[in-house]
């Protein structure tokens, strides 16, 4: 999974995603900011898996690699110079215990009076090279030296080490670092969030269950404490100028220009706060807008605004191939369906909700700027997210959606943290506009309704205490049901059984009764069963050294279709998709060769040029029917024959017999054996293969992949390929039936014999005349010898040495009797097949 990066807002400066992002941090601390819940982790980490708040994991993140516990606050007693030393001073140092201790200090700015940090014996701080190490009693120049005072990097809270560092005068003894610095351990969640919860991307929006739990468990009259805002806002300021020019894509759109800000390093809080979540702290402006979309659950931007031309901002598209060059410095070519935050002439400054532009973006010598909150619409970002490729945490949030109606508290929020942090004054009296206010929605519900979905007996006093623990209205009510007023952070919540999901996630699942009765139906299964079979191929495969792969059913229509294609199909035979997060795959796979394919190039492209892969999965072909979905397996060969060894191998490439035998013992493997096969000579996308057939159903086909495919994907060949009907195996596994047949007590008998065959017979065609002429008696035909020689016999010839095993269940064979039937043989072979038999 890739490493989380910092967000990004409508451009957020440099913070990009390579995947989306699955799970979302959550700090404890944080939570803790907002309510009063006095458990452990664990017990917390159980309570949000019950509200639909999956924690896949949580983790203690220390705010320094060092012990802070272990490093208290002191004050020097005595400073005196350690004689025959040009830096060293031997001090007394009292830490608030009454006891007095020796450090020696080797500090150019150490003296008397002054209050300190003094790492204890078994703390660890950090040393010249940032790696921990323990401090311990020694003695130094002959002084005994019971600590360390510690500068600031030897604690893990910057990079200064000119000097120790020096406290305030009247700060108290005795403090640990982390309580005087007021950094705290926390515990940080993984929380996997679904889809349809967007009410809680933020840490708001998870202490809200939380609350929702407390209130209906333990405390009904529970609060939230929600973060400071300015209590005033100025007033008689001129607003910015903003227009939105597509009111579809975006919702809501807040500006609040903020002049003469100090663009530098966050406080240290704020950054400890940013890295516990995977975030990289970049300035204090960007900072605060990452933190608020963490708090509350708003993505931000900030604007330099001494760059935004016109002293304007206009929400829009842009034509079709727009260039615009974006934070990570990449020219991208937009698309008219892109949102553009554009200044007043038309310039592009951001793509809108998703990545900021390398013009506007805040640097060090940013002295104004423009905050931004806004509510765009998820279908819109998302398309632009996919088409450029930047999934960005700003791109994720709004993809899930954002309540327009909090936005100005994010606002304020935001401009509140600036004025704090960064200096400044508010130049601008807040523009909001906001074309189409969006209402709480209104589900009528029946508790009768409620009762059913649920399985639980619940009462309407009940139903009503966890609806306002949920801060969900409720109107209209009568015996019968009620009307829910849904806030509009929860966009999902929309029908009656969205609201009785609600109900449950905070009455609890498992709360719900088991019945004491219940009903099944049982469903005969056949057998062997789907699994089974597709374990027994796979564990075969896997034992022979095949490794097996996992492949997208998505796949380039390129690849059959156009004057380019390498397996040329008709168009109506392929189903294609609406792929807008990758236009290139535009179809299902109706064949699991270039798959393979593509996992061979790949692996050799790693200089792995010996390969035995397999996979199994679906193809697709068009019409869309019962018929137009099945499985198979997939078989790719390449290289060597076997592994490197002293011994010598049979051969030393493999080859079509190689990839043959496996067929051949897969089919084994599970009861079958073909019964027809044919050769298949120049048919796409082979040199040269076979097909076998049980009754008319193609089972398998397999072969020499055409040296132009080789060719295409710039492999290593020759390249070995098969393909097999899972489906049709299967269902021939189920139909075989296990006979036994007690072994001949009588000894066989074998015949060799040698035929002289046109070019075009084949093997198959010499073993079925065989079995037709003997039906009772011959057990085997085998091929173990392939001459061929125009001079001794003849253009166009071939000659086969084949042998023939007899054997009688009943009696001892005897001679004249196989003699005659391989009279009768010979004769079958010169009549039907032309053979000359050598002698």
Same mark, same amino acid.
């Given at each position: ?16 995603? +390579? ?6 941090? !959550?700090?404890?601390?944080? =939570? ?41 606050? #002191? ?15 031997? @001090? ?20 008397? #009076?002054?209050?300190?940090? %003094? ?68 515990? %940080?969640?993984? &929380? ?25 468990? $333990? ?5 939230? *404490? ?17 227009? @939105? ?12 220009? &903020?002049?003469?800000?100090? /663009? ?5 809080? =704020? ?173 009528? %519900? ?7 979905? +649920? ?29 829910? %007023? ?6 999902? !919540? ?26 099944? +139906? ?7 069963? *789907?699994?089974? /079979? ?54 299902? *796979? ?26 199994? #999965? ?150 079925? !005349?065989?079995?037709?002429? $003997? ?10 010898? !392939? ?5 001794? &016999? ?13 054997? +009688? ?31």
């Amino acid at each position: 999974m890739p490493v989380q990066q910092p967000s990004c807002a409508d451009g957020a400066e440099g913070n990009l995603e +390579s995947a989306f992002i699955l799970r979302m941090k !959550v700090s404890l601390n944080w =939570l803790r900011e907002f309510l009063d819940i006095d458990k452990k982790p664990e017990e917390i980490a159980d309570i949000l898996t019950s509200l639909g708040l999956e924690v896949e994991g949580w983790e203690r993140v220390s705010p320094s690699p060092v012990d802070l516990e272990r490093v208290l606050t #002191g004050k020097v007693i005595a400073c005196a110079r350690i004689p025959k030393s040009d830096h060293l001073s031997a @001090i007394q140092v009292d830490v608030g215990d009454g006891q007095l201790r020796s450090i020696v200090c080797g500090a150019p700015n150490v003296a008397e #009076g002054q209050c300190v940090l %003094v790492a204890l014996p078994g703390a660890r701080v950090l040393g010249k090279d940032g790696q921990p190490f323990e401090i311990s009693e020694r003695r130094v120049r002959g002084v005994l030296s019971q600590g360390m005072i510690c500068a600031e990097d030897e604690l893990g809270l910057g990079s200064d080490h000119s000097g120790i560092l020096v406290l305030p005068e009247e700060t108290p003894l005795g403090l640990t670092a982390a309580e005087y610095l007021g950094l705290r351990t926390d515990v %940080v969640f993984e &929380i996997g969030l679904t889809p349809n919860r967007a009410d809680a991307t933020s840490h708001l929006g998870v202490a809200s269950d939380l609350l929702a739990w407390i209130r209906y468990r $333990e405390n009904p009259n529970a609060q939230l *404490r929600m973060p400071n805002f300015l209590p005033d806002w100025p007033e008689g300021l001129g607003s910015y100028a903003v227009s @939105i020019e597509n009111t579809q894509a975006c919702q809501r759109y807040i500006a609040l220009l &903020i002049r003469n800000v100090c /663009v530098q390093d966050s406080p240290t809080w =704020l950054q400890q706060r940013l890295l516990a979540l995977g975030q990289r702290p970049i300035n204090n402006i960007v900072d605060i807008t990452n933190y608020v979309r963490l708090e509350l659950g708003h993505p931000l931007h900030a604007f330099d605004a001494s760059r935004i031309g016109g002293n304007g901002l206009r929400v829009m598209t842009l034509p079709e191939g727009t260039p615009f060059i974006t934070l990570d410095g990449e020219r991208r070519q937009l698309s008219a369906e892109d949102l553009m935050i554009c200044d007043a002439a038309g310039h592009p400054l951001c793509i809108a909700g998703v990545f900021g532009g390398a013009e506007s973006g805040v640097t060090d010598q940013t002295t104004d700027i423009l905050l931004e909150c806004a509510s765009f619409h998820p279908t819109w970002i998302r398309r632009t997210m996919l088409r450029h490729g930047l999934r960005t945490d700003a791109a994720w949030t709004f993809e899930k959606g954002v309540d327009p109606n909090g936005c100005l508290r994010a606002m304020k929020r935001a401009a509140t943290l600036v004025l704090e942090l960064a200096g400044g004054q508010v130049a601008s009296s807040i523009t909001d506009l906001y074309p189409v206010l969006r209402h709480p929605a209104r589900v009528p %519900v029946t508790y009768a309704y409620v009762r059913a979905l +649920s399985g639980a007996h619940l009462s309407a006093h009940t139903i009503e205490r966890i609806l306002t623990a949920l801060d969900i209205g409720i109107e209209d009510k009568n015996d019968v049901g009620f009307t829910a %007023v849904v806030p509009t952070n929860k966009p999902d !919540v929309t029908r009656p059984a969205d609201v009785v999901e609600e109900i449950l996630r905070i009455y609890g699942l498992d709360e719900i009764p088991v019945p004491t009765l219940m009903r099944t +139906s049982i469903e005969a299964t056949r057998h062997p069963t *789907r699994e089974y /079979v597709r374990r027994c191929l796979a564990d075969y495969l896997a034992a022979n050294g095949f490794l097996e792969c996992m492949s997208l059913s998505l796949t380039q229509s390129a690849y059959y279709t156009g004057p380019r294609a390498l397996l040329p199909l008709p168009h109506e035979q392929l189903v294609f998709v609406h792929n807008t997060a990758n236009q290139g795959l535009d179809c299902m *796979r109706p064949t699991l060769l270039f798959s393979a394919l593509e996992n061979a190039r790949h692996n050799q492209s790693h200089q792995h040029y010996s390969l035995r892969l397999f996979e199994f #999965g679906k193809v697709y072909r068009a019409p869309l029917n019962e018929n137009s979905e099945s499985e198979h397996l997939s078989l790719l060969l390449c290289g060597a024959h076997s592994p490197e060894s002293w011994q010598p191998a049979p051969k030393e490439q493999a080859d079509f017999y190689t990839l043959k035998a496996y067929v051949d013992n897969l089919l084994k493997r599970i009861g079958l054996s073909c019964s027809q096969e044919t050769a298949l000579i120049q048919e796409a996308p082979f040199r040269c293969a076979a097909r076998y057939q049980l009754g008319h159903q193609t089972v398998a086909t397999f072969g020499e992949v055409a040296p132009a495919l080789v060719r295409a994907f710039d492999l290593r060949g020759p390249v070995f390929y098969a393909e097999l009907h899972f489906d049709a195996l299967w269902q021939a596994a189920t139909n075989h039936k296990v006979l036994y047949i007690e072994p001949s007590k009588f000894p066989s008998v074998r015949r060799d014999l040698a035929l002289i065959l046109d070019h075009s017979v084949t093997f198959a065609q010499v073993r079925q !005349v065989a079995f037709d002429t $003997e039906k009772k008696l011959l057990q085997e035909v085998n091929l173990f010898d !392939v001459f061929e020689d125009e001079q001794k &016999i003849g253009p166009g010839k071939k000659s086969y040495a084949i042998s023939f095993l007899f054997e +009688s269940t009943e009696r001892t064979l005897q001679s004249k009797e196989i003699d005659a039937i391989m009279q009768r043989l010979q004769e079958a072979f010169e009549q039907q097949l032309r053979a000359i038999i050598r002698k």
